[in-house]
């Protein structure tokens, strides 16, 4: 053991690292920013909290000196790395949602270092300029999933089994395929995506009924249905194949 620090309040968030420190968002939306090598804190910076708990994990992107994060009300924030003072901040929800923040879900953070892009079970999934805050586009997509950039193009999967390919650029959708089609409506009611994953010219798609679903990426044609678990799994991953 190097070191040990106790918070007051508990963590629900991704760890980012940057040079010497890290940075952590506890239930309470403060960011927090910590001295790897002591575990000291350099700086904290509080958002607006919310009546209620979320059950979403916060998450975070680092685009040289600037951390964007969100939290449980929606709001997206971006604060200097070395100062911790906030750059700019962006409401995404109502004032309502303060109350309502446990049913309140989106997904992580994403970016190619120009824009972020997110969504959320509010059928919104944004656009932003990373250095100004300002919204590019929103288009109507309800997902919880972490979408995937490749090139030109947004790829994401709906709450309800559709997967969406968008042009990053303007936020059209160019396509939209129902990975469920294969089951009856008594089935898909049932069952939710649980994460999604691109490899070379296929989409895997792990569901809350314990099948990964394997899909042909060009025509949307169902390749397999793989047993792997009785119920949730995770998100997949790739790895040597």
Do not use: H
Request: contains cysteine.
């Amino acid at each position: 053991l190097i070191w040990s620090q106790k918070s007051e309040y508990p963590f629900n968030s991704q760890i980012k690292i940057y040079k010497d420190k890290f940075f952590v968002i506890n239930y309470k939306n403060i960011l927090k920013c910590f001295y790897i090598k002591d575990g000291s804190e350099c700086w904290d910076v509080e958002t607006e909290e919310s009546f209620t708990v979320s059950n979403s994990k916060y998450s975070m992107v680092i685009k040289d000196n600037l951390l964007i994060f969100n939290n449980s009300i929606g709001d997206i924030t971006a604060v200097d790395i070395l100062s911790g003072l906030i750059e700019w901040q962006l409401p995404t929800q109502k004032s309502s949602i303060i109350n309502e923040a446990y049913e309140f879900n989106y997904s992580k953070l994403v970016s190619d270092g120009n824009s972020i892009y997110f969504s959320n079970n509010k059928n919104e999934f944004y656009s932003v300029d990373i250095n100004s805050g300002t919204i590019n586009w929103v288009n109507q997509v309800n997902s919880i999933l972490t979408p995937i950039l490749i090139k030109d193009y947004i790829f994401t999967v709906s709450n309800t089994g559709y997967f969406f390919t968008i042009q990053k650029k303007n936020g059209n959708i160019i396509r939209i395929k129902d990975i469920y089609k294969n089951y009856d409506l008594k089935k898909r009611q049932k069952i939710k995506p649980t994460g999604f994953l691109i490899g070379n010219d296929k989409l895997y798609i792990s569901n809350s009924d314990g099948n990964l679903i394997v899909i042909n990426l060009n025509s949307g044609n169902l390749l397999k249905i793989e047993q792997v678990s009785r119920d949730l799994i995770s998100r997949p991953y790739i790895y040597n194949g």
